[in-house]
């Protein structure tokens, strides 16, 4: 799903927690206003799942995906998407690219404003660019993981590797590198409250995501060992209600940009 980098991708695992991850998503194109898209692109399309309500809601439109994931290209195939192998940092809107979607990609792709940038210079006339990013990297998820991989029992394998505040910029930032572009701009943020649920729910939210890296790097025995580490951190961090409910906040940040025709 990233841009460029060697993290190992499992469909299987992103597709857990498939229906709070797709909420996002369709907040974000409910504010885009194509009506009739010549060839609408999603970048970082991963297993293809959101692809394809692309494709539903622009059905008379070439809707193709771009992921770096061998992993998850085949997993959208399988699932009918016409979609390749590719880096999102060398891909350019072309002039029938009228929509241009990047859902919680940018995060993974260092000095990404700049790829902001470039896709806003060149976005065609009449052409939209909407994307997302997840704004909780000073969450507790995030602090645990990253406190227990600098613990000197793992800095040697883990130092350095995982991202911290700065892998995204704040809403004003993206609305400032758009705007600049000469594209009408509406950028917001959302935190949602995810209803989770089972054993260990957070853990299984951020293997999926969040711990890739972690899991790229450790072999089973030591992904193992991480992982029984971190779980109580995480269920100190997001305790169950009386329910058995774990209530999961999530910050989002939302961009939409449209090119006057």
Not at 22 to 38: E, K, M, T
Not at 114 to 133: K, N
Request: aromatic content about 8%.
């Amino acid at each position: 799903m990233t841009g460029g980098s060697a993290v190992r991708w499992d469909p299987a695992a992103y597709l857990r927690v498939a229906d709070e991850r797709a909420r996002p998503f369709h907040d974000l194109l409910a504010r885009v206003g194509a009506a009739a898209p010549r060839r609408v692109v999603d970048l970082g399309c991963g297993p293809g799942t959101l692809t394809v309500d692309l494709a539903r809601r622009w059905p008379d439109a070439a809707v193709t995906g771009l992921d770096s994931s061998p992993e998850m290209v085949a997993a959208a195939r399988a699932a009918g998407v016409s979609a390749t192998t590719g880096d999102v940092t060398d891909w350019t809107p072309g002039p029938a690219d009228d929509v241009v979607v990047c859902n919680a990609v940018l995060q993974w792709v260092p000095g990404h404003l700049d790829l902001v940038r470039r896709w806003a210079s060149a976005l065609t006339p009449g052409g939209w660019l909407a994307f997302q990013v997840p704004g909780n990297f000073a969450a507790p998820s995030h602090v645990a993981i990253r406190t227990l991989a600098a613990d000197p029992r793992w800095a040697g394998r883990l130092g350095g590797l995982l991202r911290d505040e700065d892998a995204v910029h704040e809403p004003a930032v993206y609305a400032e590198a758009l705007a600049a572009a000469g594209l009408a701009v509406d950028v917001w943020e959302t935190t949602y409250l995810h209803r989770l649920t089972g054993e260990d729910p957070v853990l299984t939210w951020v293997t999926g995501t969040a711990l890739r890296p972690v899991r790229t790097i450790l072999d089973d025995d030591e992904w193992a060992a991480f992982t029984t580490e971190v779980a109580p951190r995480l269920r100190a961090d997001y305790p169950p209600a009386a329910d058995g409910t774990t209530w999961f906040p999530f910050r989002r940040i939302l961009a939409v940009a449209h090119r006057a025709p």
